[in-house]
């Protein structure tokens, strides 16, 4: 495999303005779809994408494929890619050094992930989600460079993500692996059709153990609200909260995990990643 090769600049930090978020309607799949959003027909050919602005606040998408749904935009988060077919893709992270020395000042990382029957190990995330917020340099028709200009945070390189559809990561991996061949060498044979997706509501939050759960009513009040926002006020009111109610939480549980079983504190693990990415999140399904 080549070393991808990082060139430092300077970066400078560019604050945001207008409270509209940009989203890029995606079409992954071989025929166009249809859709609407907010009542505007829209119509993506296959392998193409549709550029759309929304406010914060509620927004109903209508489709053959999802019925009808609704879902909230929230105030100064990270938009994305709206993925009305519900496709798999694959976020794919690479190491960018200023010279090939510098790899050994990264660790490895790897995760599993299945596509239609066939298991890949990398640096991979995958999702289908209905919106998937940006957190990638390359996005879906864009490839991974072999050189690039970036910042250095001292290490002497830096870690870059593009975003694949299915057809896309595979012939990346394939070529990038050295492994020709590896998709369909693997997949299974009577693989059993996938069940039909539906858009998936806001997160539950896990349950907890008692010691944990008398300290999360405010932030499970916090959240409930949250869900329910569509007021930008309100969003930026509870964002706020939402801060403030989480150190009093973490502050509250720091000595409670050490007299509890391990599977007690994964939960609230759990509760408190779960919470911090939907918080996170720029838009979400109304349950």
Not at 2 to 25: E, F, M, N, P, W
Not at 65 to 84: A, D, H, M, W
Request: aromatic share 10%; proline share 5%; net charge negative.
């Amino acid at each position: 495999m080549k070393t991808r090769l990082l060139s430092l600049a300077l970066v400078l930090l560019l604050a945001g303005c207008g409270q509209s978020l940009d989203y890029s309607i995606d079409n992954p799949t071989d025929a166009a779809i249809k859709l609407e959003i907010d009542g505007t027909a829209y119509e993506i050919p296959a392998q193409e994408a549709r550029e759309i602005s929304l406010e914060p606040g509620e927004h109903s998408l209508r489709s053959e494929q999802l019925g009808e749904v609704k879902f909230i935009v929230y105030r100064e988060r990270q938009s994305g890619l709206i993925n009305p077919t519900l496709s798999d893709y694959v976020i794919a992270r690479e190491i960018y050094v200023t010279d090939e020395s510098k790899l050994k000042n990264f660790g490895s990382f790897a995760s599993r992930i299945l596509l239609d029957g066939v298991e890949f190990e990398g640096a991979f995330e995958q999702t289908h989600a209905l919106f998937i917020d940006k957190r990638w340099k390359f996005g879906v028709r864009e490839a991974f460079p072999d050189n690039v200009t970036g910042y250095d945070p001292g290490n002497g390189g830096n870690i870059f993500s593009k975003i694949f559809t299915t057809r896309d990561f595979i012939a990346y991996f394939e070529q990038r692996y050295e492994m020709p061949g590896y998709f369909e060498q693997n997949r299974p044979a009577n693989a059993p059709s996938a069940a039909p997706r539906q858009a998936e509501p806001a997160p539950a939050l896990p349950s907890l153990a008692p010691e944990y759960e008398r300290h999360s009513t405010a932030l499970r009040e916090l959240y409930a609200q949250y869900l329910k926002a569509t007021d930008v006020g309100e969003q930026e009111r509870l964002q706020k909260a939402y801060f403030d109610a989480q150190m009093a939480y973490t502050s509250a549980t720091a000595m409670v995990g050490s007299k509890l079983p391990a599977e007690a504190n994964e939960q609230a693990n759990l509760f408190v990643t779960t919470l911090g990415q939907a918080m996170g999140t720029s838009a979400m399904v109304v349950r």
